[in-house]
């Protein structure tokens, strides 16, 4: 069965850090490039970083250029997003897409101010 599952999730105060990950089964994710979205209450889900088949390629969107980073372990079937200087904005669910339109369930970030 394909399935990507993210973890990590939480509430953090702003400024502080969390690191998500991506966990997917039933494909081999190194096949694949893997991205982040986020939707925050009443609004549209949108683009927060990708990551090609092999890391050689990594873009991010700019509101979180500089304080996330985005990457990949295709041995273990994953790929994380660390997130450093958390603010209130980030406040999410976090989602993991196989590009283009296979997605995990997500996992809620809050940030407090």
């Known amino acids: 069965q394909v399935k990507l599952v993210e973890s990590g999730g939480g509430a953090v105060q702003s400024g502080g850090s969390l690191t998500l990950t991506c966990t997917a089964s039933?494909?081999?994710?190194?096949?694949?490039?893997m991205n982040w979205y986020r939707q925050a209450p009443g609004q549209e889900r949108e683009y927060v970083a990708e990551?090609?088949?092999?890391?050689?390629?990594?873009e991010y969107a700019d509101s979180v250029k500089g304080r996330f980073t985005i990457s990949r372990d295709n041995a273990k079937n994953q790929v994380y997003l660390q997130m450093n200087n958390l603010k209130p904005e980030d406040t999410a669910i976090y989602f993991c897409?196989?590009?283009?339109?296979?997605w995990g369930p997500g996992t809620q970030v809050t940030v407090s101010p």
């Open positions: 897409n196989r590009a283009p339109d296979f």
């Open positions: 990551i090609s088949l092999g890391g050689g390629i990594i």
């Open positions: 039933g494909f081999n994710m190194g096949s694949y490039t």
